[in-house]
Every structure is written in C-alpha cells, then in structure tokens.
T-cell receptor
Framework: GAGVSQSPRYKVAKRGQDVALRCDPI?????LFWYQQALGQGPEFLTY????????KSGLPSDRFFAERPEGSVSTLKIQRTQQEDSAVYLC?????????????FGPGTRLTVT | DAKTTQPTSMDCAEGRAANLPCNHS???????VYWYRQIHSQGPQYIIH???NNETNEMASLIITEDRKSSTLILPHATLRDTAVYYC?????????????FGQGTRLTINP
C-alpha cells in the first residue's frame, strides 16, 4: 500500500520567503508527527497531531513555524520568513493509533535549503 | 526518556552478522528499547523493539542484557542494502503519543 508521502521533495527558498511543506500520511492513521533533521544529526521532534488536534508543539523552534491538519489527514508545515538556520530535512511520520506506541512510518522528507 | 550511547560508526563485511551495541544505563522499568534505521535520503524505518526478553523478527534480532542497561541489534546476514544509520531509542509505551528522541546513531557500512 501507499506509504507516507511528502511534497515537494526539494525546496530552495530565499531568506525571508515563506514556505509550505505538505505531508500525506497513510490513510486512516490517527497520529501525525513532524521532525526536523539538520545535516549529520538525528531527527528532532517538532510537533504532533492526533486527528486534527495539535496536541504537542513543544518542538517548534520559533513562532515562524506553524503546522496544521484541518481535516485530520493531510498536514502542512509552514515556515514564515525563512532563515538560513531553517535549512534541514523536514520529516513527517504517521502512526495508526492515538497512543503512538506503534511504530511510526516516515515519509522521505522535504529538503529545504534557504539561500 | 533515558539517554542512549552508541558507537559513531561501524563496518561489517557483506554476509556476516552485524552486531550494533547500545548502552542505556539509566533505563527505567517501563521503558522499551526501540531500533530504527535511516538509509541515505530516506526517512527512518522501524526495525524492532523489546522490553526485557530477546526479540526476533524478519529484519533483525534484539538482545537485551538481564540488567537492561545495554542491548545489541543483530543483523544476521548483512547485505549492502543494510548500510544505514541505526538509532537506538528508549521510550515509555502506553503513555500517550510518544515522540521519538533520536541520538546520533551508529553509521553502519557494509563492505563487499
């Protein structure tokens, strides 16, 4: 079956531009996570949704980062006024249960480069 | 979540068993050991998890010491496609949605 998909796969933005990154989770998956992965580092948690509710946004690095999942399926991570330090791979993961104790299924990520 | 310590990198010959160690000396009684791996340009992939008993699935085996302070992931017959970064993660189960806390992982290179 189809896995988690993300688009675009690559995004180049000029400093100060706004970007929107899309995640299509596995159909029916309740939990959705966003992670940020800097070059050479492990992924770091950004935010978590259970259906349409954003239950944890403790990892968002600044108020320039905003995520939504309005209908409990597709999610968008938006970054306003991008900075060079935002350059990273942004990973989306979904999980079939509320508790997230099942494995998380990751998408291929979106590589964002801010110039 | 307990911290884990893994070697930065390891090499293994194709066809041999790859044994990846992980130390988690501060693990709590209700924390599980999870392993994920990340192949270049892909998202992380779940491999296996366990509490205190050894576990085996189609991908790997997980050996957890009796005191639970360390574990070893075993890939029994490594192939070139197993070249990846392997992450050992400890986390509580059944306590609400659980974000994964990744460390630096071990970069495993399988050599022909």
């Amino acid at each position: 079956g189809a896995g988690v998909s993300q688009s675009p796969r690559y995004k180049v933005a000029k400093r100060g531009q706004d970007v929107a990154l899309r995640c299509d989770p596995i159909s029916g998956h309740v939990s959705l996570f966003w992670y940020q992965q800097a070059l050479g580092q492990g992924p770091e948690f950004l935010t978590y949704f259970q259906n349409e509710a954003q239950l944890d946004k403790s990892g968002l690095p600044s108020d320039r980062f905003f995520a939504e999942r309005p209908e409990g399926s597709v999610s968008t991570l938006k970054i306003q006024r991008t900075q060079q330090e935002d350059s990273a791979v942004y990973l989306c993961a979904s999980s079939p249960r509320r508790t997230g104790d099942y494995e998380q299924y990751f998408g291929p990520g979106t590589r964002l480069t801010v110039t | 979540d307990a911290k884990t310590t893994q070697p930065t990198s390891m090499d293994c010959a194709e066809g041999r068993a790859a044994n990846l160690p992980c130390n988690h000396s501060t693990i709590s009684g209700n924390e599980y050991v999870y392993w994920y791996r990340q192949i270049h340009s892909q998202g992380p992939q779940y491999i296996i998890h366990g509490l205190k008993n050894n576990e085996t699935n189609e991908m790997a085996s997980l050996i957890i010491t009796e005191d639970r302070k360390s574990s070893t992931l075993i890939l029994p017959h490594a192939t070139l496609r197993d070249t990846a970064v392997y992450y050992c993660i400890v986390r509580v189960r059944f306590q609400g949605a659980q974000k994964l806390v990744f460390g630096q992982g071990t970069r495993l290179t399988i050599n022909p």
